[in-house]
């Protein structure tokens, strides 16, 4: 028996400062209190956060027998667990798909989970059991390389509000299905997803974020999104899907946006939205303070539209980063229109909130130029403007300085910093 | 005192000062800025009205004696400031939680009391991060808790996750070893008849020692061993004797036969070294069941399952229990010498 030389303090704490505790344990240590004293043989079994990660069993060379032994011991916690279990969290690039994780999902559907993270080893993916989708309670769900298939008598995640899907196997009309049925859903991302047509139904949605393929993507019913951030990835067929549409990709997108405040597009996403007309039906984003773009084509006429469409749609805006994603600049194949910037940029707009502008791969043509004109002229408030020339060339940035120098700046706290890497 | 009427006439919000009373019973008198920054305190204030003079100071859970309530103030007055930023803010938190673990203890049983969540976060995280990675030992230490669970209860499955296969047999044999020296101790106290069991508990910590050791040695002790169970075999058991021992087994383990059956398991493997002179055992990883079967031909399971069986009868039979079988056994004996010489002697003892 041990000598108590002090008062024991810890042991009497209430069970929420020790769930708060163990819960802060990797979850080999949590198990482990149950030896310490008669009093904390149980201690560990109500916890309500379980989280499995790369370190919850110890490793060996033997691959097989890591997951085995990862199998093992998620079961028997599992077995020995009491009481709602509110958090599971299995990220494990050990643990293979097997039947046991459809046992620990039933088990979970069964007391009461409300967040559910899942991600396995990158092999097979791992089909999701219809018992998941029983979880009533269910307010986040995120799954990495899974199969997912809703029954037909689903009728949605009335809890749900943040949706993580990275790499799932899911039928199109699946998914839209999915996120229109869960009314309270505020987070949604998907990721990696193939050639997908989406429709986005969500009026709580408050942030969106989309990687992948996407054919097409129409935001119909997300009045109070307030963050976006999309990188599309383009095929070859599906830029001529773009080719051929008619539909105006912009108002598409962006037309049912209005508090929208926080916009990153990378890869082909200017390219997306300047496809179609976009009329001249005026959206004024009036939260929106922060413009992240990359890979503009600052060659293509229309994505400049784009680009200059939205910062004048945004009269608060006070961030702009913007880098130039175009291979071959040198080579233009229409002469530089430089009527353009006249004509689009009425003189009298100013970007009275401007501060930060980041503008980065560079090449010193023209087209860049001009822009870079522009939003000196226009922003009073500018303070700084951070230029990073894409190719070092001594000759090309001495040409890129020497225009810069002759603009004229309408803020007089406006520092040009030109970064060389 | 006009201040008096003042402090009646005044809605309690205008008032800088509150009143606070701690578990000791002394009142201090407190920045209203700084105490509702406890949701507990605000609460008081806000719907109760209470706190706004000595006579109706707030009343402190019992948790918040003066010197935690001067550390909880002080990290109000710390961060309810909005100008701090996140690095300073970061750096007097680590700074805060640099006290002995009681007094963590004792601040995170405070600052949940006045429902001060972020404070609660910060101490459990802090105390988290000391029993990170320590051994039950190490934190039994610093905590100061008493180490009252019994061997079994320590040695059921999940609960004992040491990482080395070899820990794990090194911590059931060190348990079973000290089984029986208790075994030993009650041993002592018992008469010369008994002697018989001492010695083959004696042979039960060689047989256990010399595993580490030398396993030729081993087969000469296994075969003494194998003689004396059978002279105490016939001395002792009748099949009614056997199945009264195992049910007391039973009840004095309180639940199911499982732990009678898990120590005979436990002990499969020890005596598993000897009967196969497997040599690899110890460097073996798995310890279940199912593969210890693998290894055995099917006949010598069952004598090693009954040899087992006696011996975990053995070490969790209830001595006082068996202690009167044995007297009662030897009264027999001694009535019929008896019976001769002295009549009165078996008169008294009919």
């Not at chain 2, 972020?118 to 100061?144: M, N, Q």
């Not at chain 2, 004696?202 to 081993?218: C, Y």
Request: some cysteine; hydrophobic content about 35%.
């Amino acid at each position: 028996m041990g000598d108590v030389l002090g008062p024991d303090f810890i042991s009497d704490l209430p069970q929420s400062i020790i769930e708060s505790i163990l819960t802060q344990l990797p979850i080999r240590d949590a198990v482990r209190t149950s030896i310490l004293s008669s009093k904390w043989r149980y201690k560990w079994a109500s916890m309500t956060h379980l989280v499995f990660d790369e370190k919850c069993v110890p490793l060996c060379n033997d691959r097989d027998g890591v997951d085995k032994s990862i199998v093992k011991f998620i079961t028997s916690v599992l077995f020995l667990h009491q009481g709602p279990i509110h958090k599971f969290r299995i990220t494990n690039s050990y643990l293979q798909s097997c039947p046991e994780i459809d046992q620990w999902i039933l088990f979970l559907s069964r007391n009461d989970i409300k967040e559910l993270v899942l991600e396995l080893e990158e092999g097979e993916f791992f089909r999701i059991p219809s018992c998941l989708f029983n979880c009533k309670k269910l307010t986040r769900l995120e799954l990495f390389r899974c199969e997912l298939e809703p029954p037909l008598t689903f009728k949605g995640f009335m809890c749900l509000k943040s949706l993580n899907l990275h790499q799932v196997l899911i039928s199109p009309d699946a998914i839209d299905s999915i996120i229109s049925s869960c009314p309270l859903l505020e987070s949604l991302s998907l990721s990696y997803f193939d050639s997908l047509a989406l429709t986005i139904r969500a009026p709580n949605l408050k942030y969106l974020n989309l990687e992948g393929e996407f054919k097409d993507i129409c935001l119909e019913d997300t009045p109070l999104l307030v963050e976006l951030s999309v990188a599309m990835y383009m095929t070859d067929d599906i830029a001529e899907h773009f080719e051929q549409s008619s539909n105006c990709n912009f108002f598409k997108f962006l037309g049912g946006v209005p508090n929208l405040e926080k916009l990153v597009g990378h890869i082909y996403f200017t390219k997306y939205l300047s496809i179609g007309n976009p009329g001249n039906l005026p959206i004024i984003y009036n939260n929106l303070e922060s413009i992240e773009l990359y890979q503009v084509g600052f060659e293509d006429m229309n994505e400049m539209l784009v680009v200059l469409r939205l910062i004048t749609s945004s009269p608060n805006l006070k961030e702009l980063q913007i880098s130039q994603g175009s291979s071959n600049m040198s080579s233009a194949t229409d002469a530089p229109n430089m009527d353009f910037w006249a004509k689009k940029c009425p003189s009298d707009s100013t970007l009275g909130h401007l501060k930060v502008v980041k503008l980065t791969d560079m090449c010193g043509v023209p087209q860049e130029m001009e822009f870079i004109k522009f939003l000196l002229g226009c922003s009073p408030v500018l303070e700084i403007m951070s230029i990073a020339p894409c190719v070092h060339d001594m000759e090309n940035e001495m040409r890129m300085l020497i225009e810069l120098v002759k603009f004229r700046r309408a803020s007089t706290k406006a520092e040009i910093v030109f970064t060389r890497e | 005192m006009s201040e008096i009427d003042i402090e009646v006439i005044k809605p309690e919000m205008m008032k800088p000062y509150i009143w606070l009373q701690t578990s000791d019973g002394s009142i201090q008198q407190v920045e209203q800025e700084i105490a509702k920054f406890c949701p507990l305190i605000c609460q008081e204030i806000m719907q109760k009205g209470m706190g706004s003079s000595k006579n109706c100071a707030i009343c402190l859970p019992q948790q918040v004696n003066p010197a935690m309530l001067s550390i909880v103030l002080d990290y109000c007055r710390f961060h309810q400031l909005p100008g701090r930023s996140n690095k300073e803010r970061k750096s007097y938190d680590e700074k805060l939680i640099r006290m002995d673990t009681n007094r963590l203890c004792e601040l995170t049983s405070a600052a949940d009391s006045l429902k001060l969540r972020p404070l609660v976060d910060l101490t459990s995280r802090a105390l988290a991060r000391i029993i990170e990675g320590k051994t039950p030992e190490e934190i039994r230490d610093i905590f100061h808790i008493p180490d009252d669970l019994t061997e079994e209860e320590k040695l059921e499955p999940l609960k004992n996750i040491t990482d080395d296969p070899r820990i794990r047999l090194l911590n059931r044999l060190y348990a079973k070893k000290r089984k029986e020296l208790k075994e030993r101790e009650k041993l002592k106290n018992v008469n010369a008849e008994e002697r018989v069991d001492e010695r083959s508990v004696d042979d039960l910590l060689s047989f256990i020692n010399g595993k580490e050791s030398d396993r030729k040695g081993n087969k000469t002790s296994k075969n003494k061993k194998k003689n004396r169970r059978k002279k105490e075999q016939q001395k002792n058991s009748s099949p009614k004797d056997a199945s009264e021992l195992n049910k007391e087994i039973v009840e004095a383990h309180g639940h199911n036969t499982r732990p009678a059956s898990s120590a005979a398991v436990r002990i499969g493997p020890t005596s598993n070294l000897d009967y196969t002179g497997n040599g690899t055992f110890i460097d073996d990883v798995e310890f279940d069941d199912e593969d210890i079967d693998d290894e055995i031909d099917p006949e010598l399971k069952e004598k090693i399952d009954r040899e087992v069986e006696d011996f975990a009868r053995r070490l969790n039979s209830n001595w006082p229990e068996r202690m009167q079988d044995f007297l009662s056994s030897g009264q027999e004996r001694k009535t019929t010498l008896f019976t001769s010489d002295r009549p009165g002697f078996l008169s008294r003892h009919a």
